[in-house]
């Protein structure tokens, strides 16, 4: 069983920055594969960002160049710094981790781009 718990999340001005956090549980962090999605209100949940467990990234077109996502496997934690952030970036992003193909998630954090 993994648990994750995201924090950092919070409510910022177009433009502005945020750094989303993952703490997950588990001596073996560094072999779970790491994610971020999104979901905002009446649309399906999507992939935001991925890094693999020996660190190759993946992001979603829309937030290329913006986000970037990283991870530290002393903190056991993955990172999702967030700049540029438009309206359209606004919903709960949650955490997800794979690990011998099993898909684990976090509550999620809420992150609010509005002037």
């Known amino acids: 069983q993994v648990q994750l718990g995201e924090s950092g999340g919070g409510l910022v001005q177009p433009g502005g920055s945020l750094r989303l956090s993952c703490g997950a549980s588990g001596s073996i962090f560094s072999f779970y594969d790491m994610g971020w999605y999104r979901q905002a209100p009446g649309k399906q949940r999507e992939l935001v960002a991925t890094?693999?467990?020996?660190?190759?990234?993946k992001y979603e077109d829309s937030v290329k160049g913006r986000f970037t996502i990283s991870r530290d496997n002393t903190k056991n934690t993955v990172y999702l710094q967030m700049n540029s952030l438009k309206p359209e970036d606004t919903a709960l992003y949650y955490c997800n981790a794979i690990f011998r193909g099993q898909p684990y998630w976090g509550q999620g954090t809420q992150v609010t781009v509005s002037s």
């Open positions: 890094i693999s467990s020996n660190s190759r990234t």
